[in-house]
């Protein structure tokens, strides 16, 4: 319409703001800018740049006619054919060329070349041009060949196609990815169920994440945010202190089936031989936890208080409950199982368990909370814990078992928070077999995504060297499904 528009960004953030501006077809893009982390500023400070140094920006912004110049042809915008040459030459000029264009992760890839795109799209059974998905953040429409062109990069396997196609079909479910922006950091990451892991020999044992098959799939997750998604760092993924390279990890089936517990994509509602994809991310990686007893009731107190200290925002400074992901090795489950039916069982019994103490909620969310800091002389901290008290449920509960005194040292009960809720856990049984370990992942939602095997998928995979698909079928009956 002619109106010029104006918006404000802290520092870092002017190029995201306008980038989505572009992408969201609004040609141009006027940005006021703050001076520092107004986050860290006084009131005096936060007052005074913004009277001498944002007000202006603003002021000119919304009063200074539109020039032609200024906008962005929005025909920029639009795809090049994509099977077109987009450079010839060695492979360190291939690389040099690919990190200058912003397309690679600043490691070595395999050049995409089209006679290796088309391997990658036979054992997708799709033609280059098929449509897969629209990703945001940048909103572009992903074709069969883009996603090949990734899988080339990262030094996947042709035949990984079909798994790759669904994992960026997950990348564009809202829980996923609505914090892949923040500064804090989120990283994602995905897991398998059903048998075309194990067949195509992606891991689930000791070290899993950081076998080939796994590793090159991680990476493809990586590369896959920046050159379809539309994310790159210091542009529209600000982590303060940059991002861990995504993982790919694989439920144990087989171990599920020992020990009498469904596999995470059964209590989705597929049936065990399905195969699926899901994505999700964390804001850290996680620390191990190694029970040293089998007693399930221990076992479960332990992980509540490992969920309980690693809240949201390491401090749990932000909402009162997270998704999370906790990974279990088989002798861990296998002790739960004893006293717990099932997953669902167990998270009950953790929802119950984990609460921390309410001062420590009310303290980490008063001094640590984003862009929230209140005014100690108008409400104390004293006051703010009484509101945390009244809007996240406080009750006088038994001291958790972690901080319970000694006897004969008085106090019993304590005021707490519950810091978990039914149905926003995802428990995996995963890793070696050989160790108990626990490891707690606080982070995103998921996104769940069925894995589509084209009609000659036992042809194709014979044809590669592979055993055909049912062998690697695990029996409804063991597996907890129908």
Not at 267 to 277: K, L, S, V
Request: net charge neutral; with cysteine.
């Amino acid at each position: 319409m002619g109106i010029p528009s104006v918006t404000i960004a802290g520092p870092g953030f002017a190029e995201q703001a306008v980038l989505t501006a572009a992408h969201s077809g609004v040609q141009v893009a006027r940005v006021a800018r703050y001076p520092g982390a107004f986050a860290a500023h006084t009131e005096a400070e936060l007052l005074e740049n913004t009277r001498k140094v944002l007000w202006p920006q603003i002021r000119e912004a919304l009063t200074k006619p539109i020039a032609e110049s200024e906008k962005t042809p929005l025909d920029n915008l639009a795809s090049p054919d994509p099977r077109a040459t987009v450079f010839s030459g060695t492979i360190d000029g291939v690389n040099r060329y690919f990190a200058e264009m912003n397309w690679s992760d600043g490691l070595p890839i395999v050049p995409p070349t089209m006679e290796r795109i088309d391997a990658f799209l036979r054992f997708g059974g799709m033609a280059y041009d098929a449509p897969v998905a629209t990703l945001p953040i940048a909103h572009r429409r992903t074709l069969a060949i883009h996603v090949a062109a990734c899988g080339v990069m990262a030094g996947c396997r042709p035949e990984y196609m079909p798994v790759l196609v669904a994992l960026t079909k997950a990348l564009g479910a809202p829980d996923f990815r609505r914090t892949l922006s923040s500064t804090h950091a989120w990283n994602p990451y995905c897991w398998f169920n059903g048998p075309v892991a194990r067949q195509l020999g992606i891991d689930c044992g000791q070290g899993e994440i950081s076998e080939a098959a796994n590793a090159a799939i991680g990476r493809f997750l990586n590369l896959a945010l920046k050159n379809l998604s539309g994310y790159c760092v210091k542009q529209d993924r600000m982590g303060t202190f940059g991002y861990l390279m995504p993982w790919c990890l694989v439920e144990d089936e087989e171990a599920c089936a020992r020990i009498g517990w469904k596999p995470y994509h059964v209590g989705q509602g597929y049936a065990p031989n399905d195969n699926t994809i899901t994505v999700s991310s964390a804001l850290l990686w996680g620390n191990n936890m190694a029970p040293s007893t089998d007693d399930p009731g221990r076992i479960a107190q332990l992980v509540a208080w490992d969920v309980a200290e690693r809240c949201q925002f390491a401090l749990g400074s932000g909402r009162q409950y997270t998704y999370r992901t906790i990974l279990l090795t088989e002798p861990v489950a296998g002790s739960l199982k004893k006293a717990y039916a099932d997953k669902t069982d167990f998270e009950r019994a953790l929802v119950g368990q984990a609460r921390r103490p309410l001062h420590e909620r009310a303290f980490a969310n008063y001094y640590a909370n984003p862009g929230s800091r209140l005014d100690p002389e108008k409400f104390p901290l004293s006051r703010y814990e009484k509101r945390i008290a009244r809007t996240e449920q406080a009750e006088l509960t038994p001291c958790p078992a972690w901080y319970a005194l000694p006897e004969g040292c008085g106090g019993t009960e304590i005021w707490t928070v519950q810091v978990m809720q039914p149905g926003m856990t995802a428990i995996l049984v995963t890793g070696d077999r050989a160790r108990n370990k626990v490891q707690t992942m606080p982070g995103g939602g998921c996104s769940t995504v069925e894995i589509e095997l084209p009609a000659n998928w036992d042809e194709l995979m014979q044809e590669a060297g592979y055993p055909p698909l049912e062998r690697f079928y695990i029996a409804p009956e063991r597996s907890g499904g129908k």
